[in-house]
């Protein structure tokens, strides 16, 4: 019990530790560009005197710790600031954009994993064969061509000349409007409205982008679980589930496979996180509007604030999904107790 | 005749050819128990797993006979070395380290061999996986069978792997250097533990070790390997007397504890031991 309460100690003071740095370090990358955050909110025309003034009222005259103090009082009170181009909070705007990827995101992990893993574990069994050989060439194309040149790809043929898919956005335009937010998850927000003309919709708009992603995160999930099989099918445990007579299902999916679920927890882990952090260039192909693109559109016309805000949430994320990480590593691994 | 070995050759194929590790092996054997000694390398290992078929699938293996009680090993299916595998013929491994699966509960290991071969519930598998816990004397076999192969000594979990290979009551068991991981005072007592359990099963047993004196004494019969071939087959009994001179050259090697020697001696090898 002790040894327990002593590991979760540790474990939540290293938690608490990368945050501050998150929080040191966003702060810094709002002092460091060369940005001025009131010429950016008063514009570059404005007289003398409302400069100072702005100056001033975003306590910008303040000393560099005071600063950084109000900064994280802010912070805790989720209080990130507005943002200049749309006019909102960041943290108003974060609650809007994030549903768009985190839906995107979910997909394309599950898509990913529930073709990349049985796919690894198959090319591990069969390695050295044709197979294994296919298997990787998928794979090495998944991971090398540029996901933007997948995407165009993809627009051009299903979208532009097949006609089969519908273009970019989350939604035709005719339902725009009609679906009441509540979760802003699209495909569940439909499914409440009872509408499901707007949900087959939704999805269609989610193929494209989300088999793309998918594809890319396949790969390596898959590459991943082969070498972790392969080393795992090595094990003298393995011979003694086939000398017990278990079907050789038995022996991957029953012995060796359990044996490689940390190892696997962590990959999927890091690839979700990568896919939360938006999909930057895939949601600008598809005008997507997830936080990728929020934070692209922002970077590129000196919206400080929402440039830190979503940096800090993709910090938060990574933090998150670690310690969701670690947790499961101890109920799926007994030796980690 | 449980198995029938004839002629055996085992080799493994690579960019410069054919390399035979097993060179024409022969041996049989009945309800009795069997021991095979000789150094690393002198293919035992490799004999005991080609009669199970696991071996890697890149293994060339060649038999005038390989066969467990009437049934040709090497035109088996697989699905008819399965119905052999764990049921017929169990097999222990050296190192319960590693052998034993290290995310599965104890219990849950032993029920599936009773499982898949007995059939009936989950809890009756359990249940079965305690008694057989408790036959190879492990004190608290509930605790046990809740416990992680981590979590115990490896006395402890050669005792499992003897009990999960029991489990479907097997004729022959297959013992690859069962003691050779263990502590000097635990190797004594698995095996009088084997040895009671073959005993009272009336069970063929294949004894596969590097310790000669500890064959004579569990053994009826030894048969003593040297680079892929049997050199001598002989009474266990007999063994610490035999004749050939690889066998006295391996006996030779062991230090004494009564006699001290300033050095051991160190085999010179006759090719005309191969022929």
Known sequence: MNRRFKSLAATLSSVLL???????LTFLIGRVMPVDPVIAAVGDNAPEDVILRARTEMGLDQPIPVQFLHYVYQLAHGDFGMSVLTKNPVAQDIVRFFPATFELATAALLLAALVGIPLGVWAAVRQGSFTDQAIRVVCLAGHSVPVFMLSLISLLVFYSALDIAPGP??????????????????????LIAGDF????DALAHMAQPVIILAYFSMAYIARMTRAFMIDALKGEFVITARAKGLTLATVIWGHAFPTVAVQLVTVIALTYAGLLEGAVVTETVFSWPGIGQYL???LMNADMNPVIGTTLLIGLIYVGLNLIADILYRVLDPRVK | MLVEINNLKIGFQSRTGLHQAVKGVSMTLGTEKLGIVGESGSGKSLTARALMKLLPKQ??????KLAFDGIDILAASEKQMRSIRGKRAGFILQDPKYSLNPVKTIGSQVAESWHTHKGGSRRQALEAAIMLLEQVKIRDPKKVAAAYPHEVSGGMGQRVMIAMMLAPDPELLIADEPTSALDATVQAEI????EELVSERGMGLLLISHDLPLVSHFCDR??????GHVVEELKASELLSA?????RGLLNCMPSLIHPKERLPVLTRDPEWLK
């Open chain 1, 18 to 24: 990368t945050l501050f740095g998150l929080t040191v």
């Open chain 2, 222 to 227: 030894v048969a003593v390997m040297y680079a």
């Open chain 2, 59 to 64: 293994t060339v293996i060649e038999a005038d």
């Open chain 2, 191 to 194: 095996l009088r533990l084997i």
């Open chain 1, 296 to 298: 692209t559109v922002s």
């Open chain 1, 169 to 190: 956005g989350r939604q035709d335009i005719i339902y725009d409007g009609m679906i009441d937010t509540v979760t802003g998850i699209l495909t569940i927000d439909t």
């Open chain 1, 197 to 200: 003309d707007a949900f087959r």
């Open chain 2, 243 to 247: 004749q050939h001179p690889y066998t």
